[in-house]
T-cell receptor, first 117, second 113 residues
Framework: GAVVSQHPSRVICKSGTSVKIECRSL??????MFWYRQFPKQSLMLMAT?????????EQGVEKDKFLINHASLTLSTLTVTSAHPEDSSFYIC?????????????FGPGTRLTVL | AQSVTQLDSHVSVSEGTPVLLRCNYS??????LFWYVQHPNKGLQLLLK??????LVKGINGFEAEFKKSETSFHLTKPSAHMSDAAEYFC???????????FGGGTRLMVKP
């Protein structure tokens, strides 16, 4: 089946630093990838839709200058949390939509746990 | 607009007894519906999906769900719970342009020995 990887799986950083999270589709091409955020014991909230070769589309309330998204190839999207603060601590999950799948199914990565001290 | 309501935030069952996780949805279009499972600190694993074919959908690990349009429901069931089924379950709807996913609030399933 289709596999999506995320790197790193866990990161701890100091307040004020920037953190980059990678999302890769390993065996399929994904023109579109999605970034979600999940707070403890809560559901996933869509942050932004990442489109290869164009600007990401951010959901209402998500700061685009805070959460930089780059989708430079059909298999890689990156999310950079700039000037991270403790309130940015969360579980970040990406998904990739398989361009060739009949129902354009999304496949989810294993998530990245970000802790900002 | 679309939305998903998971009626129970927590469900507790004994091992070997049936599981019922409830999900109701609203959608302006013919929806596709999914159930995902998430174990602690892990990503999401697809259990099953409904995409306008058979209304009774069988998934992995003995789970199944029935799409009932008249009730706008897509409840997840399993005849006999196993300890390894303890996890968070999400009901998800996809419809309309862009194929955006909308997640329910999640149901935490606890399985007692």
């Amino acid at each position: 089946g289709a596999v999506v990887s995320q790197h790193p799986s866990r990161v701890i950083c100091k307040s004020g630093t920037s953190v980059k999270i990678e999302c890769r589709s390993l065996d399929f091409q994904a023109t579109t990838m999605f970034w979600y955020r999940q707070f403890p014991k809560q559901s996933l909230m869509l942050m932004a839709t990442s489109n290869e070769g164009s600007k990401a589309t951010y959901e209402q309330g998500v700061e685009k200058d805070k959460f930089l998204i780059n989708h430079a190839s059909l298999t890689l999207s990156t999310l950079t949390v700039t000037s991270a603060h403790p309130e940015d601590s969360s579980f970040y999950i990406c998904s990739a939509r398989d361009d060739s799948a009949y129902y354009n199914e999304q496949f989810f990565g294993p998530g990245t746990r970000l802790t900002v001290l | 607009a679309q939305s998903v309501t998971q009626l129970d935030s927590h469900v507790s069952v004994s091992e070997g007894t049936p599981v019922l996780l409830r999900c109701n949805y609203s959608s302006s279009y013919s929806p596709s519906l999914f159930w995902y499972v998430q174990h602690p600190n892990k990503g999401l694993q697809l259990l099953l999906k409904y995409t306008s074919a058979a209304t009774l959908v069988k998934g992995i690990n003995g789970f199944e769900a029935e799409f009932k349009k008249s009730e706008t429901s897509f409840h997840l069931t399993k005849p006999s719970a196993h300890m390894s089924d303890a996890a968070e379950y999400f009901c998800v709807v996809r419809s309309g342009a862009g194929n955006m996913l909308t997640f329910g609030g999640g149901t935490r399933l606890m399985v007692k020995p």
